[in-house]
């Protein structure tokens, strides 16, 4: 049995407890039993409440520029291809920025990425912050993610000199770090990395406005394939997971983006598109697979980007920034389900010629409450 203690800057730390037995799933299981443990069940409300879904959408033109200036009646929210009336519509545009104001935080990789790679996207990372004498575009925070500890700092600045002094303090616990190879070391940083991702979307669930989670990372291991199998109850308990991390990441409104500086040249390797076969959203728990968990899979889902096709981190980041600068949030009420945790594809479509619209691709709706008298 392994042991991880996981740290975070307001002072909280768990035990991490993983059985060592084949499948894999085993080791994540233990993870997602604990995760679903510390959550209540998921308990429907009255539609204005509980069914209410709010969606933070980004239209841009066939260049990617994010574009303003648009009214309520350019979009239509399709919901299984039905259309949804939209319950509430606000732009947020340069002239009127939203209130609060969106925030990004910026997570460096420490345990999924190799060394050489974490030293170059630390020092990367530094110039960005450095640049026009330290002011941000926003109110940005740092996650400094090792198998050591998660050191992450609550509160957002517009300062980047901080941040960047703060992550030159950190540099030695990043390039310390190795962790276990072949197969069993792949699963713990699977471990790692999903729990990560789990503490801080629900620190966030208590902090209003939109939120960017910048991961820079190659991603976590997907783990799937015909050598590993699933029995009933792991299927059952990974859908569950897939379930929660869609309906937390839209309840704490954070829009995640997998950064990964690979370069031209390797942006079409294996690496780079593989996640594309587990992006169609999960119906069930037997179609469910450990690579619907990926980064690039809940980034996309999430209405963010899978951003790797250049080594200019500095580049790479402009662009999810770019995605405050203009963007619509609009709401509408889910039907009710037929049963729990009943899939939704979500579409969003603009009136525009030229223009498309990015946002979350799907969520889990719930069956209305029963009156009990």
Known sequence: ?????????????????????????LCLAAVLAASQATHPALVPAQPAAGHRILLDVVVTD???????????????????KTPAKITSF?????????????????????????????????QQLQKFLRQNNGQLPLPMSLA????ASQQMQPESTRDGNVLADGLGANQPGLRSLRRS??????????????????????????RPGRKLLLWI??????LSGPSIQLTNRDERMLFNSVVDFSRQLRDARVTLYSID?????????FRAFYYQSFLKGVPNARKVDSGNLALQVLATQSGGM??????????????????????????????PADHPDEYHALQVKVDKPGLSARTRTGYYAQPYPTTVH
């Open 261 to 269: 500086p690979l370069g031209t040249g390797d942006a079409g390797s």
């Open 90 to 122: 606000h732009a947020s545009e340069p002239t009127e920025p939203s209130d609060p104001p969106v925030q990004a935080i910026i997570l460096v990789d420490g345990v999924n990425a190799s060394i050489q790679s974490v030293i170059f996207e630390t």
């Open 306 to 335: 899978v951003l790797n096709s250049s080594n200019d981190l500095q580049k790479l980041l402009a662009a999810p920034l770019g995605d405050a600068k203009a963007f619509y949030t609009l709401s509408f009420d889910a039907p």
């Open 62 to 80: 066939k260049s990617g520029k994010p574009i303003s200036g648009l009214q309520e009646q350019d979009f239509t929210i399709l919901d299984d």
């Open 217 to 222: 990372s190659p991603g976590w291991p997907l």
């Open 144 to 147: 400094i993610f090792s198998d």
């Open 181 to 206: 190879a072949g197969f069993w070391g792949a699963s713990e940083r699977l471990q790692l990395s999903l729990q990560t991702l789990e503490r801080i979307t629900r620190y966030e669930e208590g």
């Open 1 to 25: 049995m392994s042991h991880d203690k996981v740290s975070v800057a307001w002072g909280d730390e768990v035990t991490v407890r993983c059985v060592i037995l084949p499948p894999f799933v």
